[in-house]
């Protein structure tokens, strides 16, 4: 992988968009999470807020100054990962600091059962009223401007318990600011937050989490794609399926930029969407044709040659096979050539850290783990897809294709 490329602490990237580093470099956030300032005017958007590092608050102030803001009027979150969530708590205490006799920002989500109740505890154990809006709220209410959907936004229903209803003083003391804005709002698919000359299309597309979100800013055909499309190298995924769909959904905007939650803004947006989705079908193509092919085959061809990742040679070999150490160590002690297990008909059999051997044979071992959680995931979607089929032989599973799509 190339080198990351510098970014800006803070950067200007269109009228309507400033980009603010979350100030969380690493391995899997590369140049750290990007968070973004969107719209004109006083009143502005933040997308995504960081993972909490002490030096990100003060870097959105000075741009937020820099811009003339006088208020996030919305917080919206792209999904549930730490890295984009865990600053949400203190930027919301410093804005109830900075402001006590204002409403907090509407905070946005699409609602994810597993993780979010986890993330309105940790505000309401900072004193943040941000919770589910009782059953009733006011026609007039200001969250409900934010979004045009069908009906009004959702908000947590399943925090909705128990709730005293919120006062409606236009004047909360700073230790009980529970207006009308202190929800957070589960974002529909489609629904629209229109600010000053800015319009942005909320689009729901899972795979990479499921309740991942991406923006589409209308006047100026931009995508903001989360963790869906990085800046730099791929991203990971939670479900294939759904990846490639939400992939296929973003190519069809036909947008003019990207700006992902990590990384460099990407300039070529169908080239890269494009790219994405091949990588996977062809990653998908050669688990398929494996899986129509004899394992100790592919698996003699995959490591003849020298032994990879800096390792002496298989069973001594220097061309890495040959001799009964090639079953005992390729094939993980599981059966000599002569009794390896067939599916129905006589159909190949593959373990998925077979298939790993072979699709990673020229990469260190030491990677081989991460490979074989994505090839896992590969094969689920073609499970899903009716194109994969499992077979459970003495307690191992094994991998094969349909008896309808055999070769």
């Known amino acids: 992988m190339d080198p990351l490329a510098a970014l800006p602490l803070v950067e200007k990237m269109s009228s309507r968009v400033f980009r603010v580093l979350g100030m969380n470099p690493g391995k899997f956030t590369l140049q750290g999470t990007n968070t973004y300032i969107i719209g004109h005017g006083p009143r502005r958007i933040l997308l995504d807020t960081g993972e909490g590092k002490p030096g990100y608050i003060p870097l959105l102030d000075a ?3 820099h811009l ?11 999904h549930w990962h730490h ?4 600053g949400l708590p203190p930027l919301l205490e410093r804005l109830r600091a900075q402001h006590p006799q204002s409403p907090l920002p509407k905070v946005w989500k699409r609602f994810n059962s597993d993780r979010d109740p986890a993330l309105l505890k940790k505000l309401a154990d900072k004193g943040l ?7 009733s709220i006011p026609a007039t209410s200001t969250a409900l401007t934010s979004g045009d959907t069908s009906g009004p936004p959702r908000a947590y229903e399943s925090l909705a318990k128990n709730l ?15 207006s009308t804005d202190s929800v957070v709002w589960d974002i529909a698919d489609n629904q629209i937050f229109r600010g000053q000359d800015t319009t942005l299309h909320a689009l729901h597309t899972p795979g990479h989490t499921t309740d991942h979100m991406a923006f589409y800013l209308e006047e100026e055909r931009a995508l903001f794609s989360g963790d ?43 080239a890269t969407l494009d790219a994405y989705i091949r990588h996977r079908m062809d990653r998908e193509e050669e688990i398929i044709h494996l899986l129509s092919s004899q394992p100790t085959i592919a698996l003699g061809n995959a490591l003849r040659g020298p032994a990879h990742d800096g390792e002496e040679a298989l069973n001594g070999n220097t061309d890495g096979y040959g001799g009964d150490g090639f079953h005992q160590l390729l094939l993980g002690q599981l059966h000599p050539i002569s009794d390896r ?15 790993v051997q072979v699709i990673y044979a020229k990469y260190p071992k030491s990677l081989y783990d991460a490979a074989e959680a994505s090839v896992l995931l590969h094969l689920a979607k073609l499970q899903y897809e009716d194109r994969a089929d499992t077979v459970l032989v ?11 799509r055999r070769r």
Do not use: N
């Not at 003339?68 to 792209?78: A, C, L, P, Y």
């Open 341 to 355: 297990p067939t599916g129905p008909g006589g159909a190949p059999l593959w373990t998925s850290r077979e298939l």
């Open 394 to 404: 003495e307690d191992k599973t094994y991998w094969t294709l349909p008896e309808t």
């Open 63 to 65: 741009a937020l100054s």
């Open 68 to 78: 003339g803001v006088s208020r996030i009027s919305d917080i919206i979150m792209t």
């Open 164 to 178: 005293e209803p919120m006062p409606t003083s236009t004047s909360p003391s700073p230790s009980t600011v529970t």
């Open 228 to 270: 869906c499309v990085l800046g730099h190298g791929t991203a990971v995924f939670e479900d294939l399926h759904q990846y490639i769909q939400s992939l296929k959904r973003l190519r069809q905007y036909d947008a003019l930029c990207i700006y992902p939650g990590h990384g460099a803004v990407v300039t070529d947006p169908s």
């Open 129 to 135: 009223h941000y919770r589910s809006e009782p059953s």
């Open 83 to 86: 890295d984009h969530t865990g």
